[in-house]
């Protein structure tokens, strides 16, 4: 058999394979909130998620203006921020995404994904809610167009089952009861939020007089 005829076999038997277009693609993790403040309970989350299904990063992405029904008033979006600047420093997988801030107004996820797919298309989304959020899905602005565009990954709540019509994706993580509305009352009634958030952001509240009214 000479050169060119071995050449052409091996090249019969063994056939180019092109690489699946998503294996380019980064794994990227999306946690929204108000973030009214961030806390404890924020952070495990995200590690939880971003390690269990080995994300190359996680996304904070404080809202401007959240569309849920049971809104309450935020403080100024410039001090959310700041406040999840500091959570999240030291942690080289976490991330601030602020497309909904700069957008402002009514924050829409299917407008924000939309956007963000825009600016990385070489990204595969994450995005992650609550047991809670996940039973409210069906209320969700275009949300049959929305899961087709990031994976839903669902973090269990207490009293909400682990179930829904649309495909979402459950990961354990510890069930920590820590709230945002709990951390304001707290500081309105001069009881101590250590531990509760971290130590930085404790910090900021004070130095700022953050939730005192």
């Known amino acids: 058999m000479n050169v060119s005829t071995l050449v052409k076999s091996v090249a019969q038997t063994n056939p180019v ?3 699946n277009e998503n294996s380019k693609k980064k794994r990227v993790g999306i946690l929204g909130g108000t973030f009214n403040p961030p806390h404890m309970g924020h952070l495990i989350i995200a590690d939880q998620v971003a390690n269990q299904l080995d994300l190359d ?6 809202d401007s203006l959240p569309p849920h029904i049971d809104y309450k008033d935020a403080i100024a979006a ?7 600047e500091l959570s999240i420093s030291g942690n080289p997988l976490f991330n ?4 909904e801030l700069e957008r402002g107004g009514v924050s829409y996820t299917f407008d924000t994904i939309i956007e963000l797919k825009r600016r990385h ?3 595969e989304y994450y995005f ?6 996940v039973d409210y899905l069906p209320k969700w602005y275009r949300i049959d167009e929305l899961v087709k565009l990031v994976h839903f990954v669902g973090v269990a709540r207490a ?3 682990k179930e829904s019509q649309y495909p979402v994706m459950w990961v354990d993580v510890p069930l920590i009861e820590i709230s945002s509305t709990q ?3 707290n500081i309105q009634h001069k009881c101590s939020i250590k531990y509760l958030v971290p130590e930085n952001v404790e910090n900021y509240i004070k130095e700022e007089g953050l939730y005192l009214e």
């Not at 410039?78 to 999840?84: A, W």
């Not at 601030?96 to 497309?99: F, Q, R, V």
Request: glycine share 8%; no cysteine.
């Open 159 to 161: 009293g909400f089952p």
């Open 183 to 185: 951390i304001r009352w």
């Open 78 to 84: 410039d001090k959310r921020r700041m406040m999840v």
């Open 96 to 99: 601030l995404e602020t497309a």
């Open 128 to 133: 992650i809610i609550g047991g809670d959020m």
């Open 57 to 62: 990063k996680m996304l904070f992405m404080p």
């Open 121 to 123: 298309p070489d990204y």
């Open 17 to 19: 394979v092109e690489p």
